[in-house]
């Protein structure tokens, strides 16, 4: 089982930067792959990025591709979102999430945090 808890979210200009972090807690941590969702207002959770068990594979989608970087420290069970060349369509809550399928989903996800805030103005 994995517990996750976000942090980093604020509020920020369109073209300013943040890094999210998620710090888990489990000891299984590293069979998971990890990833990041994000819910806007009125919107459904969408599929933001996610990383491997070993960090060798990442995947975005095409929204945030080039501009965000997902990372995880598996000795320190963290997962990182850098956030580049913010938009205000980016605004959102944004959710850390564990799976034990690398196709990961709103569905395969097994474990989610609770969210972080992320508000980035015109």
């Known amino acids: 089982q994995v517990q996750l808890v976000e942090s980093g979210g604020g509020l920020v200009q369109a073209g300013g930067s943040l890094r999210l972090s998620c710090a888990a807690s489990g000891r299984t941590f590293r069979d998971y792959h990890m990833g990041w969702f994000r819910q806007g207002p009125g919107k459904e959770r969408q599929f933001v990025a996610a990383?491997?068990?070993?960090?060798?594979?990442?995947t975005y989608a095409d929204s945030v591709k080039g501009r965000f970087t997902i990372s995880r420290d598996n000795a320190k069970m963290m997962v990182y979102l850098q956030m580049n060349s913010l938009k205000p369509e980016d605004t959102a809550i944004y959710y850390c999430?564990?799976?034990?399928?690398?196709?990961?989903?709103?569905?395969?996800?097994?474990?989610w945090g609770q969210g972080t805030q992320v508000t980035v103005s015109s």
């Open positions: 999430a564990a799976g034990p399928t690398w196709s990961l989903t709103v569905s395969s996800a097994g474990y």
């Open positions: 990383i491997s068990r070993t960090a060798i594979s990442t």
